[in-house]
């Protein structure tokens, strides 16, 4: 079958995918959010689905910390914002009848700290700092560098940046071939600049600006799901975005396996088989048809040698880099900082600290510190009590009284979770010639989860249902193939 475009899926899940038939047994490797909603719409359509997940819980990286903290805080370790233009996670949020709220990143007040003290990003404070701005980025304040070196820069590529359909034309192809650092630089950012702006696209994806493909970072920069483009709309989940995939989950009832982490699949033309482990013991299932969602970063536990994958898929797991991150929350008996809603980017090795807890009630208050790439591996090393003190030590040198007001903290090394290994895509130099093969079907295998949707950038909920209703298309063309 030729592959169908994103409009084509739009359309298709608008019109509630009227000619979708189940494929006989369907096995859904994975509950994240993808994988729940893949089984969700084979299961409202009667079909015969079976969702193995290694973990004890849904949802993936839509992961809600609750424990160790007081007075029902609770912090997000994985997804937590949602834009107006999540078109599906959107569709199934009212599906399920889940709550909405404001988000925390809407009327935060961000502000950096760097050579030890606190500078906001307008042009005045920024001329009061002493940074070693180039000559022609005196009198500009982060605002306009963004419009000067991102805004500017995907307009020369309109319409084709903005397409509704992705596609790297040959205008855009080559900024596959380059890296955001040096496409800032050859549009005129100073090294300092470049630093500033940064926390504005990349805090939460943790890139790394001279290896992440340039094209991947102006197609999110043009849309609608920038941090640069937020507006009051933005929402999260009402009560942790965890809430979310326990929606799915709860209409799925027995048709999830916790604690069953899938070894072994294979197929050949009579059909698949999928082995997982229970307890001490190793079970197989046979179905029609598999649904694999599990990260690239992990899938190296699966044995694959009789699957018959495409050498394109094989080379795709092979070679996809997923982010870095480690995230850090201390407890604090009450809020010892002058800003509601404080955001800081700083030259820390923490490099982002935030409110994490801004709209629930007080008075304690959980500060999230934020750390990717290079030094997050670093951080991975640490055992979980000597994170803790180290981003302790650290967020006292720029909030002093932080070591008074620590009550407790935990941490979270996406790295070393089990079964995931990895934030989210990372996507690197060259990342769309990749892109094709790793949402490809493979005879009776079919691919879902945010890394095999049609966008070049990973972590996002409403890519990861994109790629769920693809899959469901997928699966209904292959019944009456």
Same mark, same amino acid.
């Given at each position: 079958m030729a592959e169908v475009t994103q409009t084509d899926v739009r359309r298709e899940f608008d019109r509630g995918m009227p000619g979708v038939r189940v494929p006989g047994r369907v096995v859904v490797i994975g509950a994240g959010l993808s994988g729940l909603a893949v089984a969700y719409e084979l299961a409202e359509r009667g079909g015969d689905v079976t969702v193995l997940e290694a973990s004890d819980r849904p949802g993936g990286r839509a992961y809600t910390l609750r424990a160790p903290f007081a007075d029902g805080l609770y912090a997000e370790a994985g997804a937590m914002t949602l834009t107006p233009h999540c078109h599906y996670a959107m569709h199934y949020l009212r599906e399920l009848g889940v709550e909405l709220d404001t988000a925390d990143l809407v009327g935060s007040r961000f502000s950096y700290f760097a050579g030890?003290?606190?500078?906001?990003?307008?042009?005045?404070?920024?001329?009061?700092?002493?940074?070693?701005?180039?000559?022609?980025?005196?009198?500009?304040?982060?605002?306009?560098?963004?419009?000067?070196?991102?805004?500017?820069?995907?307009?020369?590529?309109?319409?084709?940046?903005?397409? #509704?359909?992705?596609?790297?034309?040959?205008?855009?192809?080559?900024?596959?071939?380059?890296?955001?650092?040096?496409?800032?630089?050859?549009?005129?950012?100073?090294?300092?600049?470049?630093?500033?702006?940064?926390?504005?696209?990349?805090?939460?994806?943790?890139?790394?600006?001279?290896?992440?493909?340039?094209?991947?970072?102006?197609?999110?920069? #043009?849309?609608?799901?920038?941090?640069?483009?937020?507006?009051?709309?933005?929402?999260?989940?009402?009560?942790?975005?965890?809430?979310?995939?326990?929606?799915?989950?709860?209409?799925?009832k027995d048709r999830i396996r916790y604690r069953a982490p899938v070894v072994r699949v294979t197929q050949d033309d009579a059909g698949?088989?999928?082995?997982?482990?229970?307890?001490?013991?190793?079970?197989?299932?046979?179905?029609?048809?598999?649904?694999?969602?599990?990260?690239?970063? #992990?899938?190296r536990h699966i044995d694959l040698t009789d699957a018959a994958l495409s050498g394109a898929k094989q080379d795709a797991m092979r070679r996809v880099k997923y982010s870095s991150?480690?995230?850090v929350y201390l407890q604090m008996r009450r809020q010892f900082w002058p800003q509601d809603n404080a955001s800081f980017s700083t030259d820390l090795p923490v490099r982002w600290v935030r409110d994490a807890t801004p709209r629930l009630p007080g008075p304690r208050k959980i500060l999230e510190c934020l750390i990717t790439g290079w030094r997050a591996r670093a951080l991975a090393v640490l055992s979980p009590e000597e994170r803790i003190r180290f981003a302790l030590d650290q967020v006292e040198v720029m909030l002093p009284g932080a070591r008074e007001h620590f009550e407790t903290g935990t941490s979270v090394v996406w790295d070393q979770q089990r079964y995931i290994e990895g934030a989210y895509i990372l996507p690197e130099v060259g990342h769309s010639s990749l892109m094709p093969a790793m949402r490809r079907p493979e005879g009776r295998l079919h691919f879902a989860g945010d890394h095999t949707s049609f966008e070049p950038n990973g972590g996002s909920m409403t890519l990861a249902l994109e790629s769920a209703a693809r899959t469901v298309l997928e699966l209904g063309s292959a019944t009456t193939a």
């Open positions: 030890g003290r606190f500078f906001g990003p307008d042009a005045d404070s920024l001329d009061r700092s002493g940074l070693p701005l180039a000559p022609h980025e005196k009198g500009l304040g982060v605002t306009d560098m963004i419009d000067r070196y991102v805004r500017r820069t995907y307009a020369t590529l309109e319409p084709d940046i903005t397409a #509704a359909d992705w596609t790297p034309t040959p205008l855009l192809a080559p900024y596959d071939r380059r890296s955001v650092y040096e496409v800032l630089s050859e549009r005129g950012a100073s090294p300092t600049a470049i630093d500033l702006v940064e926390p504005h696209f990349l805090e939460m994806r943790g890139g790394d600006l001279k290896t992440a493909s340039a094209l991947s970072w102006l197609r999110h920069e #043009a849309s609608p799901h920038s941090l640069a483009n937020a507006d009051p709309r933005w929402s999260k989940v009402k009560g942790g975005t965890d809430r979310f995939p326990r929606a799915f989950a709860e209409r799925l698949a088989r999928v082995t997982f482990l229970h307890g001490t013991r190793m079970h197989t299932l046979d179905a029609d048809r598999v649904v694999v969602t599990v990260p690239f970063s #992990a899938i991150i480690v995230r």
